[in-house]
C-alpha cells in the first residue's frame, strides 16, 4: 500500500517555464512534507518542505503548496533551469514516528535549453 | 568533506555470500537511517538508530543486520544474500530523528546479486 504516490513517471519543460510536479498522499496521520531532488549517481538532496499548518512555502525559485482537503502537495519551480534536470521525491512523515520517511517513487524532471 | 559517505559504492557478489556496507557521517548527527531503493525506484525505510540505540525496524528480513558502534557509523550487514536484494541501499542521518528534521542521505551502495 503505497501511501505517497507520484502518478508522473516524467515530466519535460522548456529553459524559463514553469515546472510543476505532483504528489498525493493517504495517510491523514502525516503532518510534514518534503521535497528531495537527485542526481544519478548521487544520494538525494533536501530541497523544500512544508508543515501541514501552511499551505504554501517558498524558497527562491521553489515553491511547495499543500491542499490538505485533496491530500495533494505540488511544487511549482520558476523558472525552470537546466541544472534542475533530476529525479524529484516527495516524502512525508508523521509526528513520533522516528523521524521515518516515506517516499513517492519520484518524478524526473528533463528542462530542456 | 563528505557529510555522509558509505563504502563501497558498487558491490557486486554470489547469492548466499554475506556482506557488509559501511556509513558513517561527519555531521554529529544523533540518528542515522538505512533506506533501500528497489528497481521499482521506491525508497523505503528498513531501519533507524539514535545514538546507537534501534529505534526504527521495519519489515525486513533478519538476513540483515544493523549495526553501530558509535553514533557517527551505522553499518548495515547482510546474510545469505538473495537475487532480490539487488538493490541501491542509502545510508541517511540527521540531528536528532524528529519528523521535521533534515535527513541527509550518503551517495548510495548499489549491490548486485548474482
Known amino acids: 500500500d503505497q501511501q505517497v504516490k507520484q502518478n508522473s513517471p516524467s515530466l519535460s519543460v522548456q529553459e524559463g517555464r514553469i515546472s510543476i510536479l505532483n504528489c498525493d498522499y493517504t495517510n491523514s496521520m502525516f503532518d510534514y512534507f518534503l521535497w528531495y531532488k537527485k542526481y544519478p549517481a548521487e544520494g538525494p538532496t533536501f530541497l523544500i518542505s512544508?508543515?501541514?499548518?501552511?499551505d504554501k512555502n517558498e524558497d527562491g525559485r521553489f515553491t511547495v503548496f499543500l491542499n490538505k482537503s485533496a491530500k495533494h502537495l505540488s511544487l511549482h519551480i520558476v523558472p525552470s533551469q537546466p541544472g534542475d534536470s533530476a529525479v524529484y521525491f516527495c516524502?512525508?512523515?508523521?509526528?513520533?514516528?522516528?523521524?521515518?520517511?516515506?517516499f513517492g517513487q519520484g518524478t524526473e524532471l528533463s528542462v530542456k535549453p | 568533506d563528505t557529510a555522509v559517505s558509505q563504502t563501497p559504492k558498487y558491490l557486486v557478489t554470489q547469492m548466499g555470500n554475506d556482506k557488509s556496507i559501511k556509513c558513517e557521517q561527519n555531521?554529529?548527527?544523533?540518528?542515522m537511517y538505512w533506506y533501500k531503493q528497489d528497481s521499482k525506484k521506491f525508497l523505503k525505510i528498513m531501519f533507524s538508530y539514535n545514538n546507537k540505540e534501534l529505534i526504527i525496524n521495519e519489515t525486513v528480513p533478519n538476513r540483515f543486520s544493523p549495526k553501530s558502534p558509535d553514533k557517527a557509523h551505522l553499518n548495515l550487514h547482510i546474510n545469505s544474500l538473495e537475487l532480490g536484494d539487488s538493490a541501491v541501499y542509502f545510508c541517511?542521518?540527521?540531528?536528532?530523528?524528529?519528523?521535521?528534521?533534515?535527513?541527509?542521505f550518503g551517495p548510495g551502495t548499489r549491490l548486485t546479486v548474482l
Open positions: 541517511a542521518s540527521s540531528l536528532a530523528g524528529t519528523s521535521t528534521d533534515t535527513q541527509y
Open positions: 512544508i508543515s501541514s499548518i501552511k
Open positions: 555531521l554529529g548527527h544523533d540518528t
Open positions: 516524502a512525508a512523515s508523521e509526528m513520533g514516528q522516528g523521524g521515518k520517511l516515506i
